[in-house]
Structures are given as C-alpha cells and as structure tokens.
C-alpha cells in the first residue's frame, strides 16, 4: 500500500504563487507516473498536469493552467511537485495527488492511490 500525503495548499492573493508537494511513502514511487487532479465546489475532479515514470519525465498540463503550473518530481525524495504561478480565482480547489497512473492513447488514466487534497485558495 501506498501512502501520499499533499502539503503546500493555503490561501493567496490573485497573480500570487504556491508550491504543492505530495510524498509517497514507497521508494516504489519512482515508476509510477503521477498526476494532479484538482476539484472545485459544485465541480468534478479535473485532470490539472501529469509527469510520467520514464527518465523522459514527460509533462502534460490542461489548457487552463498551461504557462502558469510547472509539475516536476524528485524520486530521491519520493516526492511530486505542482508549482503554481499567476494563480487566479477559478484555481481555487481541493487539490489531489495521484499515483501509478497509465496511459491510454496518451491520455493519464488515474491510478489506485490517492492523496487526501490540500486546499488551495485564490482570493483578494
């Protein structure tokens, strides 16, 4: 079993900037390819960026956040980051990191781990 555990959330002015993190509690961590998925009240889960295992460490982003969000990881650390930059209103949500997902032509398919969502709020 796999533990993530998100932290970085947290209330910021509009144009503002926050980094998210998500530990994994496995060293198993550095092949599973990784997203961030984002909900809003009222809203579904959103596919936000994903990074996959290969050494490529491809990125894919949703339009919305494209320019502003970079994902990385550090596999050293067992850790996946989301920084945020020119954050604006409508990124505000619950965030969620997820782990060991696939991909089906190219498009992230989540996998069985999830973290348990850091609050990220965008407001004057």
């Known amino acids: 079993q796999v533990q993530l555990v998100e932290s970085g959330g947290g209330l910021v002015q509009p144009g503002g900037s926050l980094r998210l993190s998500c530990v994994a509690s496995a060293s198993i961590f550095r092949v599973f390819a990784m997203g961030w998925y984002r909900q809003a009240p009222g809203k579904q889960r959103e596919l936000v960026a994903t990074?996959?295992?290969?050494?490529?460490?491809?990125?894919n982003y949703t339009t919305s956040v494209k320019g502003r969000f970079t994902i990385s990881r550090d596999n050293a650390k067992n850790t996946v980051y989301l920084q945020m930059n020119s954050l604006k209103p409508e990124d505000t949500a619950v965030y969620y990191c997820?782990?060991?997902?696939?991909?089906?032509?190219?498009?992230?398919?989540?996998?069985?781990?999830w973290g348990q969502g850091t609050q990220v709020t965008v407001s004057s």
């Open positions: 997820n782990a060991d997902g696939w991909y089906k032509n190219s498009e992230y398919m989540p996998g069985d781990y």
């Open positions: 990074i996959s295992a290969d050494e490529n460490k491809n990125t």
